[in-house]
């Protein structure tokens, strides 16, 4: 069994892989080599033949992986649920999104609004204000953020609101997450994890899946901000 394994994870469990990963090396010996991306960009780098021994993406992503061949069915395992959320820069008044009506006030309102291109929670934000009706108006003034973390964006003053993943929004300091977009209004990602077919190293890769779809991990995840 090797010493090392490779692993890409979508942004998304950036947070608690940090954690979890840090746990299984001491518990196992079995180094974690971990890169972290939008899953849209993690779907183009294996379509382009990343080498990876696991790798953890949203549900739908990992479905199109394993219809290609290119994850193993056998053993993938749905980790988490995440959902999506508004943050302000610390210290600011945090605005009300309880409602559909006071989300749509609130992003009209706003200076500019931060979301991610790439991120499964820009995807879903983008869907959301066409839905509503303002697309045309927040995207002329969206700061739009090719990869990372947008509430970062807040910190640097270029936006008011930041909106992705609870778990994405927690990653940035100086911030505060004012909550999820009302439930009724969500399509909750489900982050999912599975073997690669050609993974050099697949005893530690199923070691290391077994593991992440423990009940052992379940309050890291938790306190991370996403639900098991």
Do not use: C, W
């Amino acid at each position: 069994m090797t010493n090392t394994i490779r692993m890409l994870s979508t942004l998304g469990l950036m947070g608690a892989m940090r954690s979890l990963s840090s746990a299984f090396e001491a518990a196992s010996g079995i180094r974690v080599d971990a890169d972290y991306a939008p899953t849209l960009a993690l779907l183009k780098r294996l379509r382009a033949q990343e080498a990876a021994d696991l790798v953890i993406l949203t549900r739908e992503g990992l479905d199109e992986m394993i219809a290609e061949g290119r994850v193993i069915a056998d053993g993938a395992a749905d980790l988490a649920r995440s959902y999506v959320g508004i943050a302000v820069l610390a210290g600011q008044a945090q605005p009300d999104i309880a409602t559909e009506a006071a989300l749509r006030q609130t992003l009209l309102a706003a200076r500019s609004v931060a979301y991610s291109r790439l991120g499964a929670s820009g995807v879903y934000f983008a869907q959301l204000i066409v839905r509503m009706g303002i697309a045309a108006e927040i995207n002329a003034k969206a700061t739009i953020v090719e990869q990372g973390f947008t509430a970062e964006r807040l910190v640097s003053g270029e936006a008011d609101l930041a909106v992705q993943q609870i778990s994405e929004l927690k990653q940035v300091g100086g911030i505060e997450v004012v909550g999820p977009v009302p439930h009724e209004l969500q399509t909750p990602a489900v982050f999912s994890a599975g073997r690669m077919a050609n993974a050099k190293h697949a005893d530690a890769a199923d070691r290391l899946l077994r593991y992440l779809a423990s009940p052992e991990v379940v309050p890291v995840l938790r306190q991370s901000g996403l639900e098991p």
